[in-house]
C-alpha cells in the first residue's frame, strides 16, 4: 500500500483522516501505558511537538489511566521561554497536559540558561529521576528526515547519535533552524519499549519513501534510525 518499501518487522497503518490517526495512536499508546503500570510504578511517555500531534493529545488526554504514575517529556524541544509560541512546552501543556492527564509528571527540557550547552546539566538534573529505557516514545519527522532534534546539518549530530555514549540529552545547533535546541539522544530514544512514527500528509509520505530507500545512511535522514522491527507508523491524508 502507498508504494512503501518498508524495512522488514516496521508496520504501517494508513487512516483517511487526522482524527481517525490520532485515535488509533491515542489507543496503542494507552493501552502500552495501562500494561506497562501493571508491572511497575510509574511508565514514560514521550512525545513530539508540532501541528500533527494536537489531535493525538486530545484523544490520549481523556484516557482513563493513572496519570499520576506517568512520566511526560519531549523528544526534544526549543531552546525559547515556555511562553513563546514555539514552545513545545507550551504545546504539551495546553493540549495534552489537560483534564485526566493534568495529573501526570511533566519533565521539561527547557531549564534556565541562555543556551542549551548553557542549561545542560539543569536538564540532565530534571531527567535524574526518569527510568529507562523509555516505555512508550511517539516521534514526528521533517522532510529533511530529521526526528526529534536530530537534525542531518547539527554540528553535534555525531555525539546524539553516538548509542555508546551514556549521554540521554545533547545541545544541537542546526543552522537550518532559527532556534538552538535540546534533544534526546538517539541512546536514548532508541530503547523504547514501543515507539510510533506519527505522519501527516503526502510529503511526509515521500519523505519516508527517501528514508526507506538506503536506511544505512542515518546522517544523512537521522529518522532511518528508527526504521526498524518494532516501528508502528500511522499515517494519515
Not at 484523544?59 to 512520566?71: F, G
Request: net charge negative; with cysteine; aromatic share 6%.
Amino acid at each position: 500500500m502507498h508504494d512503501l518499501n518498508l524495512p522488514d518487522g516496521v508496520d504501517a497503518h494508513f487512516f483517511d483522516t487526522p482524527d481517525d490517526a490520532a485515535v488509533a495512536l491515542a489507543d496503542a499508546v494507552a493501552n502500552h501505558l495501562a500494561e506497562r503500570l501493571l508491572i511497575a510504578p510509574r511508565a514514560s511517555l514521550v512525545v513530539s511537538g508540532g501541528s500533527t500531534p494536537r489531535p493525538f493529545f486530545g484523544a490520549l488526554r481523556q484516557k482513563p489511566l493513572d496519570w499520576a504514575r506517568i512520566d511526560v517529556l519531549l523528544a526534544d524541544e526549543r531552546w525559547v521561554p515556555e511562553d513563546d509560541e514555539s514552545s513545545n512546552t507550551r504545546l504539551v501543556k495546553e493540549n495534552l497536559l489537560q483534564g485526566p492527564a493534568a495529573e501526570a509528571n511533566y519533565l521539561s527540557l527547557k531549564q534556565p540558561g541562555d543556551t542549551p550547552a548553557d542549561g545542560l546539566a539543569a536538564v540532565e538534573a530534571a531527567l535524574a529521576d526518569l527510568h529507562l529505557p523509555l516505555d512508550v516514545l511517539i516521534l514526528g519527522m521533517g522532510n529533511d528526515g530529521h526526528t526529534a532534534s536530530l537534525f542531518p546539518d547539527a554540528p553535534e549530530l555525531d555525539e546524539a547519535l553516538d548509542t555508546d555514549s551514556a549521554a540521554i540529552v545533547a545541545p544541537v545547533t542546526p543552522p537550518s533552524r532559527p532556534e538552538k535546541r535540546i534533544t534526546l539522544t538517539l541512546g536514548a530514544l532508541s530503547r523504547a519499549g514501543f515507539t510510533a512514527l506519527h505522519l501527516k500528509g503526502d510529503d511526509k509520505l515521500e519523505t519516508l519513501k527517501a528514508a526507506c530507500s538506503d536506511i544505512r545512511q542515518v546522517k544523512e535522514m537521522p529518522v532511518r534510525a528508527f526504521l526498524r522491527p518494532g516501528l508502528q507508523i500511522f499515517w494519515s491524508a
